[in-house]
């Protein structure tokens, strides 16, 4: 059978790249392995060019896949079961590459290239130990490149092509018809929660973190392959450097995503997904100080070893709990199941390069050079092994933690997820704050082999002082409001705040007392300054958010979807109600949802709310501002939201839809029925009767702002329905420049509305009644308010330039390119951070 308008050439091509990449990743890492063991200098030259050569074949064929798929995605060539699952024809351009890597075809193949990229600087910078680097960097090509190749051997398929077609993939009687393309109108498209700008910006990011960790580990096996223990700590220093800040910011660029894209109300859940990709960091940290430590002293070289080792076999366990499923009820952002076929694979990769890593590291062990002697306690580097051994411990917890799920798989057990997730790792990690911050803070003044008490003390006492005096403050004028896990937790907070802010006085002191302000020296006291700056941001922000959008007073409660966080049943009084065009006070503002307005993406609707800050002492407005939240309806009928942020310099105004009304596209032919009232009398409708209480003039209070200046009348009206249920209602008449206004209030329980329309010759006032079949449009909104959210970005972004001080301080200048491009990557990550954060 002849399938029509099927455009075949573009798979075609991208598939012989695949096979081609393949190829020339195998033959380049064999050619690598083999030039690491001649000795004869031509011939290894020979051997190394041949090896490159395949390189970059293998570079360019990994590239020409990339544009493949982007060709097949943008053009909307459905009949590629890639482009229909990830693809749609609303998506808007700029998520056209998001909607690549949020495969797992497209996010193996960015991690090849972002290895290819890598690839290029060792060449160009690695020297004598090019061929065992490399050879470990092509080895995970093959592994990676295996995985899209989408073969059959005897029966199995051997990895997921992302050429493959929707018809031989999907069951379904179209796809027995030559025309079957005519049936499908478009893709099923980008997830919801991926449509947000950082998912452009933080896969690429994070992968390249993810990459890179390969590098020093490469190191590590060169020395330990060639028995030249000490000379590879050096140039792997610089790597580890590059890969802790990209991973860095990769993670917490993620966090970002989650702040703006997801609906929990904070930047990080411990979620296992999360969780997987920190882990490798902190032990990369852990490595980076004893690197440090063995350059300065000869010390913590076995240890330096294994930490690179280790970095890199938890990014590939990462990649096995994310990409096999088997995170898939305890994660909201995990892969689901991905087949057997693919997931021995996947543990294939896990376990094919870092087993022989880790027997090449156990069976040198005892020849790896030592110094016995031990280390002077007041020395710089006990305390930075001991802070090493602080951080590999509080990994060590987290991977357990999340690796439930695998324990259950392999050991049939039944171990259940923590009932409480954020708690279970809070109050572990809160106390590792408090060490690691006292330790970031004494550090740097520390010298190595040994250190005298009274120079420590005089360096000491000043950021000491200063940081309890500050602490104190903080506790008396803005003290922490989370009390939910009683004084115990709340006192830990405290304790890891006086040593963030301890951190952040010592190394600024640091910079200026002992460097002088030479900052190209103080890569480490402006990372370290820039960690507790965004731990200390994370303590206020999250330990002082403020839940405005209180809903005890609306009488208003609706039942809510399904909790669009995952994690557990909403609360209804802390989401408000919000009627069309009726103000409602939240918080500091009265809001007032407007309108809402139908986006490019199908059934995603922007719903606009108008804020307004009003000075209570003399009416006047000091700000009115519009956030415009929106929110999927879900093919199961669930709701799915992104939030609505309103940056300030000292905090953010967060807010998320709950519940949207049921769509009703009936015309309202209700009128007003108008009731000449005095004060107290009542007037009966179908569902009750009301009663008007009193008129109030000028009102100001938590419903309106008015002053003795303005022209307003309310009504204050009681209604009691049948139900025995009682309702207070506000209608309003006002007067602004010989202009009537009219504000009805409404309530939606008795689907009635009310409003005031004047008064009569006799002085009574006109009482309008509505009562209508149709209900009013609402929302439920969700609002918090973030205090000092931006210490935690302004933290992050000072530790990543104190990498990247590190970084240059350590690539001599025979390695220019290498810090030409890092740097080029550095500027134009953290250019992006700040453009996206505007």
């Known amino acids: 059978m002849t399938f029509e308008n099927e455009h075949l050439l573009p798979g075609q091509v991208g598939h012989f790249f695949v096979l081609l990449a393949f190829v020339a990743s195998l033959i380049s890492a064999i050619s690598y392995f083999k030039a690491s063991t001649i000795t004869l200098e031509n011939e290894k030259r020979s051997w190394v060019l041949f090896a490159r050569g395949a390189f970059f074949i293998e570079f360019f064929s990994l590239l020409a896949v990339f544009f493949s798929i982007y060709y097949v995605c943008s053009n909307h060539y459905f009949e590629y079961l890639y482009a229909y699952k990830h693809a749609s024809k609303e998506l808007e351009a700029k998520y056209l590459l998001a909607c690549i890597w949020e495969g797992q075809e497209g996010s193996f193949l960015l991690w090849t290239i972002w290895h290819c990229v ?43 092509s992302p050429f493959v077609l929707t018809r031989n993939e999907l069951a379904g009687p179209i796809f027995g018809q030559p025309d079957y393309l005519k049936y499908i109108k478009d893709g099923i498209g980008l997830n919801v929660l991926l449509r947000n700008y950082w998912m452009v910006i933080h896969p690429p990011i994070l992968f390249l973190g993810f990459a890179s960790t390969v590098v020093p580990a490469a190191f590590a096996f060169s020395s330990l392959s060639s ?185 049939g057990t039944n171990l259940a997820d923590p009932q409480d997730r954020e708690f279970t790792y809070n109050k572990v990690l809160v106390l590792v704050a408090v060490i690691v911050g006292l330790l970031t803070a004494i550090s740097q003044y520390l010298k190595y082999k040994q250190t005298g008490t009274n120079y420590l003390i005089k360096k000491m006492v000043w950021p000491l002082s200063i940081a309890i005096i500050i602490s104190v403050l903080l506790a008396v004028f803005y ?139 003399n009416g006047k407005v000091l700000e009115n501002f519009t956030l415009s939240p929106d929110a999927y309806r879900m ?78 009348l309310v009504a204050d009206i009681t209604v009691y329905g049948k139900d025995s249920t009682r309702h207070k209602a506000y209608p309003a008449l006002t007067i602004n420049n010989q202009d009537i206004n009219f504000i009805d209030d409404t309530v939606i329980t008795q689907n009635i509305y009310l409003n005031i329309s004047g008064i009569t010759a006799d002085k009574k006032f006109k009482i309008g009644l509505k009562q209508t079949n149709k209900l009013t449009d609402f929302i439920t909104l969700k609002a918090y308010v973030f205090p000092y959210i931006n210490l935690v970005w302004a933290g992050l972004i000072i530790m990543a330039c104190g990498f990247i001080v590190s970084l240059f301080r350590r690539v001599k200048a025979a390695n220019y390119i290498a810090a030409l491009s890092i740097a080029l990557v550095m500027i134009g990550l953290i250019y992006m951070f700040l453009i996206a954060n505007n």
């Open 227 to 411: 028995k030249d223990w000490s000379g590879w700590v050096k140039p792997a220093l610089p790597w580890a450097l590059f890969s802790g800040c990209v991973l860095g910011v990769g993670i917490m660029m993620g966090g970002k995503w989650a702040y703006e894209s997801l609906s929990f109300g904070g930047y990080w859940a411990w979620d296992p997904v999360e969780n997987a990709s920190l882990v490798p960091w902190i032990i990369l940290v852990a490595g980076l100080h004893c690197m440090a430590i063995f350059n300065s002293t000869g010390n913590a070289l076995r240890a330096s070893y294994l930490f690179v080792i280790l970095t890199y076999f938890f990014v590939l366990y990462s990649t096995f709990l994310t990409r096999t499923g088997i995170l898939g009820d305890t994660s909201v952002h995990s892969f689901t199941e991905s087949g057997m076929a693919m997931n021995i694979l996947i543990g294939i990769y896990v376990l094919g390069i870092t087993v022989p890593l880790l027997f090449l590291y156990f069976k040198n062990y005892k020849k790896i050079p030592t110094i016995q002697k031990e280390e002077n306690i007041s020395s710089r580097e006990f305390w930075m092994f001991i802070g090493s051994l602080i951080l590999f411990l509080s990994a060590f917890f987290i991977i357990s933690v999340t690796s439930l799920p695998v324990y259950n798989k392999v050991f």
């Open 635 to 712: 093919k199961d009928n669930n709701l799915s939201s992104n939030p609505g942020t309103k940056h300030y310099l000292s905090h953010d105004v967060f807010t998320y839809i709950s519940t949207i009304s049921a769509p009703n596209d009936e015309p309202d032919t209700a009128t007003f029925k108008i009731h000449d009232m005095a004060i107290g009398d009542s007037v009966f409708y179908s569902n009750g009767y009301f009663v008007l209480n009193n008129i109030l003039k000028n009102p100001n209070n938590e419903r309106f702002y008015f002053t003795p200046k303005d022209t307003a």
């Open 118 to 160: 890598l690839g290029t600087v060792i060449i160009l910078t690695a020297k004598k130990r090019e061929a065992p680097v490399m050879g470990i960097v092509n080895t995970a090509q093959v592994l990676l490149t295996l995985m899209l190749l989408g073969i059959y051997f005897f029966n199995v398929r051997i990895g997921s």
């Open 479 to 617: 003290p922490i409001e989370y009390t939910k896990k009683g004084p115990g937790f709340l006192v830990a907070i405290y304790l890891a705040l006086f040593a963030s802010l301890f951190s952040v006085v010592a190394n600024a002191a640091y910079l200026k007392t002992v460097l002088k302000g030479n900052l190209k020296a103080g890569g480490g006291a402006i990372a370290h300054l820039g960690f507790a700056l965004l731990i200390g941001g994370m303590l206020i922000s999250s330990g002082n958010k403020q839940v405005i959008s209180d809903n005890s007073k609306t009488g208003l409660f609706i039942p809510f979807d399904k909790d669009p966080t995952g994690r557990g049943t909403e609360n209804p009084l802390e989401n408000l109600t919000l009627l069309k065009d009726v103000p409602t006070r939240m918080g500091p503002y009265t809001v007032t949802y407007l309108n809402d307005s139908a986006a490019k993406e199908k059934t995603r609707t922007f719903y606009n709310i108008h804020f307004q800050r009003v000075d209570t002492a």
